[in-house]
T-cell receptor, first 115, second 112 residues
Framework: AQKITQTQPGMFVQEKEAVTLDCTYD???????LFWYKQPSSGEMIFLIY??????QNATEGRYSLNFQKARKSANLVISASQLGDSAMYFC????????????FGSGTKLNVKP | DVKVTQSSRYLVKRTGEKVFLECVQD?????MFWYRQDPGLGLRLIYF???????EKGDIPEGYSVSREKKERFSLILESASTNQTSMYLC???????????FGPGTRLTVL
């Protein structure tokens, strides 16, 4: 079974609008962490935001927020006020703390921001 | 500034050659990782290491081996390269379980 599922291979959003990128995960561990990374066309992986499984508040970092719904095992990334520079691949990832700290990545969502 | 470097950005090898991909981090991180990235498949974990001389298999270790003789260096070895190992290889490191990974710039390997 897939550990991380990103069901949107590609998305478009109008500049200055908000967009939600979906991520669902599968784990039986109680302790895990959820991460979002951005990969522009230049190829580098840029860390955006982190949510721990015991964090009660949704994580926020500037224009990025993570909509964490533990019971539904979803960790959607919300980007507010999209900018042209947000056009990139976005990867959701999970780390299981008691499974040798293994990381799992989703297949990614390609976001295109239209002017 | 945090830094993960990889020995080559682009590499072209022939089938059957032994290939070494080197990764160095300057952050004194315990954990280091090797991934390959293929279109539509995201990043898949090949091997990781949580300490010097320690290694654990990831999801796709077949055809690969690793070496971690020093804390800052994690090497990926393709004993006998094959065309299906043509891919982008990304190295990453992290301090601990609840810290993010820092990635290197990647090595695009082509096996002819």
């Amino acid at each position: 079974a897939q550990k991380i599922t990103q069901t949107q291979p590609g998305m478009f959003v109008q500049e200055k609008e908000a967009v939600t990128l979906d991520c669902t995960y599968d784990t039986s561990d109680q302790s895990y962490g959820l991460f979002w990374y951005k990969q522009p066309s230049s190829g580098e992986m840029i860390f955006l935001i982190y949510q721990g499984s015991y964090d009660e508040q949704n994580a926020t970092e500037g224009r990025y927020s993570l909509n964490f719904q533990k019971a539904r095992k979803s960790a959607n990334l919300v980007i507010s006020a999209s900018q042209l520079g947000d056009s990139a691949m976005y990867f959701c990832a999970m780390r299981e703390f008691y499974n040798f700290n293994k990381f799992y990545f989703g297949s990614g969502t390609k976001l295109n921001v239209k002017p | 500034d945090v830094k993960v470097t990889q020995s080559s950005r682009y590499l072209v090898k022939r089938t059957g050659e032994k290939v070494f991909l080197e990764c160095v981090q300057d952050m004194d991180h315990e954990n280091m990782f090797w991934y390959r990235q293929d279109p539509g498949l995201g990043l898949r974990l090949i091997y990781f290491s949580y300490d010097v001389k320690m290694k654990e298999k990831g999801d796709i270790p077949e055809g690969y081996s690793v070496s971690r003789e020093k804390k800052e260096r994690f090497s990926l070895i393709l004993e006998s390269a094959s065309t299906n190992q043509t891919s982008m290889y990304l190295c990453a490191s992290s301090l601990s379980a609840d810290n993010e990974q820092f990635f290197g710039p990647g090595t695009r390997l082509t096996v002819l």
